[in-house]
């Protein structure tokens, strides 16, 4: 089922466009004008030419829905989260010890790493060189070694798990914009949703659904929405009128010519020359 690009609504929203036609749809039977669904057009037809008409439909609440944007790009700008003065102070700092976290961070996973990968192949060589007979003198050494870099994998493992618990708790101050998408809603934008979708619904979606049914002419089929529904003038064309002339005027008005007529001029021998 394709959907048209409506000028009017978001790619994230068309979803929650969808949603609202289907409840529309699914309680039809509960609005006295919508009642006769299902006995020229069904639910399904309906649901197709309401998609096809995203356009229209969703200009009818243009103003509830630009509200409604508005207020969530506030609510996911940086700016939204600073309160008081000091935040650009703040933010600046944080922007200046983003490169030092980032470094810190790089060290904490790949010291474990390389710790860990130089205290195994310590410990393996020494073991094997313990197994010699006579044993290396440098056996015992590189063990040593090898279980001192064990030691600093531990200890990196530790401070990584450290690192990202203070992390996950200092992030969890900026998760009110995530939980957006699953979650509950701030007030502020939970109203301008509620009132776009009550305005989508009752300014919208219904009276297509209503004009559809209502329109004898209405083809399911098509994309253009019911006349009724539709704002915009149609402006038809038609060709300039074109008669071949007939054959009667052709033959009074074409001129008539005729040839002149020519006479031979009587030639004849010196005997015929007039006297």
Not at 99 to 113: E, I
Request: proline residues 8%; glycine residues 8%.
């Amino acid at each position: 089922m394709h959907m048209n690009s409506a000028p009017h609504l978001l790619i994230e929203d068309r979803a929650e466009y969808e949603r609202i036609l289907d409840d529309a749809l699914r309680t039809a039977h509960d609005r006295p004008d919508l009642a006769a669904v299902g006995e020229r057009l069904n639910a399904e037809q309906l649901r197709t030419m309401a998609l096809n008409a995203t356009a229209l439909i969703t200009s009818a609440a243009a103003a509830e829905y630009d509200h409604f944007v508005k207020v969530r790009e506030e609510l996911r700008s940086p700016s939204a989260s600073s309160v008081g003065g000091a935040d650009p102070v703040v933010a600046m700092g944080g922007g200046v010890s983003e490169s030092g976290a980032g470094f810190g961070a790089v060290l904490t996973v790949l010291a474990p790493v390389l710790a860990g990968t130089a205290a195994l192949i310590f410990l393996i060589v020494g073991y094997v060189l313990k197994m010699l007979n006579p044993e290396p003198s440098f056996a015992e050494t590189l063990l040593a070694v090898g279980w001192f870099f064990g030691a600093l994998t531990a200890a990196g493992i530790l401070a990584a798990a450290i690192g990202l618990l203070i992390t996950a708790l200092r992030n969890s101050k900026t998760q009110v914009p995530a939980e957006e998408a699953g979650g509950e809603l701030p007030d502020e934008v939970a109203r301008a949703r509620e009132a776009w979708r009550h305005a989508l619904l009752e300014r919208g979606v219904v009276p297509f659904l209503r004009a559809a049914l209502s329109d004898p002419s209405a083809d399911p089929a098509s994309t253009t929405p019911p006349r009724r529904v539709n704002r915009m003038p149609k402006i038809g064309y038609s060709g300039p009128d074109f008669s071949s002339p007939s054959e009667g005027s052709s033959s009074t008005s074409r001129p008539t010519f005729t040839s002149p007529d020519f006479t031979s001029p009587d030639f004849g021998g010196p005997e015929h020359l007039p006297e």
